[in-house]
């Protein structure tokens, strides 16, 4: 795909949103997914603010949060933590962390753009979105 469009490819990004309490639908983004085919890439980069998500909810499980982050940040890297997934695709490890759940780790929808460097796009888009 590089070339169409000027040097840049394509990617796709979903924020990871922290839902502690689902009965009241509050959350804060605390991480970006980012996929790009042409790179064979698939990111993250999270950040938990542990101030803002016990205003939430002062009873939150902040380990647990911070247990399933290390998981998406694996399952990007196809590391231990990442089981089964580990050996697919770039794009289908994308998808299997993008796919809607009902956990306190949620993703947000996918989104795309164009970029001349993913990583550093991942690193651009935690900085705009989530801290």
Same mark, same amino acid.
């Not at 000027?6 to 991480?31: C, H, K, Q, T, W």
């Not at 998981?71 to 890297?77: D, G, K, N, T």
């Not at 697919?88 to 009902?102: C, E, K, Q």
């Given at each position: 795909?590089?070339?169409?469009?000027?040097?840049?490819?394509?990617?796709?990004?979903?924020?990871?949103?922290?839902?502690?309490?689902?009965?009241?639908?509050?959350?804060?983004? !605390? #991480?970006?997914?980012?996929?790009?085919?042409? =790179?064979? $890439? *698939? /990111?993250? +980069?999270?950040?938990?603010?542990?101030?803002?998500?016990?205003?939430?909810?002062?009873?939150?499980?902040?380990?647990?949060?911070?247990?399933?982050?290390?998981?998406?940040?694996?399952?990007?890297?196809?590391?231990?933590?990442?089981?089964?997934? !580990? #050996?697919?695709?770039?794009?289908?490890?994308? =998808?299997? $962390? *993008? /796919?809607? +759940?009902?956990?306190?780790?949620?993703?947000?929808?996918?989104?795309?753009?164009?970029?001349?460097?993913?990583?550093?796009?991942?690193?651009?888009?935690?900085?705009?979105?989530?801290?």
């Amino acid at each position: 795909m590089t070339g169409l469009h000027n040097g840049r490819d394509v990617f796709e990004y979903a924020l990871l949103r922290i839902v502690p309490r689902m009965e009241r639908g509050e959350s804060i983004n !605390a #991480g970006v997914v980012l996929y790009c085919h042409a =790179r064979s $890439l *698939v /990111a993250a +980069r999270t950040h938990l603010d542990e101030d803002r998500l016990r205003a939430l909810d002062p009873a939150v499980d902040v380990e647990g949060v911070r247990a399933a982050l290390r998981a998406v940040e694996s399952v990007c890297h196809g590391g231990a933590q990442a089981g089964q997934a !580990a #050996g697919d695709a770039a794009g289908r490890r994308f =998808r299997w $962390l *993008v /796919a809607p +759940r009902s956990t306190v780790v949620q993703p947000g929808p996918v989104h795309t753009g164009l970029t001349v460097d993913a990583e550093a796009e991942a690193d651009r888009l935690l900085d705009l979105l989530v801290r």
